[in-house]
């Protein structure tokens, strides 16, 4: 289970994939492996946290870094490039957003 | 402190705000106004996250309720539409997506 907490320090990758149609299911599976495969072994993996839109139209991973530098380090991580290159077949377009959490408000 | 858990069967709204220039502190604060006079009174609200991207120019709410029907009803409370039309000066745009949460990984 994934926390968000505005004094962590972590880094907030929200990445917004446009998947091409009937192709929000495949993207998740492919997301999922890469993880468990890859990105949870680089340093400075907090978490993945994998959305798909009610329309189906879109995938949110909504993931935390330790910090921008361990970010920018698993960006040139090789493996992580090949499965992001596998994932390209299955979408439009991915706008990938750096943020700072800055508050949490809970009911 | 908000908990992202896929079995928690709650509806996600990602919220990504485009701000003007130099407006993104003007529109985290509205935004925390609206969170703690209206919508954490809301029923079926359950959390709401705010975020500023790194370079300053969008906002993200991440929000957590605890279904889309309760969502939609929200939507149509008087005050709440009051808070986003004060908002409207601060942006140029705004992509409210609704989502499910599929997979949560942590290191």
Chains 1, 2 share one sequence.
Not at 51 to 79: C, I, T
């Amino acid at each position: 289970m994934t926390q968000l907490n505005p004094r962590d320090g972590h880094i907030v990758l929200i990445n917004t994939f446009k998947v091409k149609s009937g192709k929000a299911e495949a993207l998740l599976a492919a997301l999922i492996k890469a993880t468990e495969t890859t990105v949870n072994k680089i340093p400075g993996f907090v978490s993945a946290n994998f959305h798909v839109s009610l329309n189906g139209k879109q995938v949110v991973n909504y993931a935390q870094w330790r910090s921008k530098a361990d970010f920018d380090r698993a960006m040139q991580v090789p493996e992580f490039q090949a499965h992001m290159k596998e994932m390209f077949e299955l979408i439009e377009s991915f706008d990938p957003v750096l943020y700072e959490l800055r508050y949490s408000h809970g009911a």
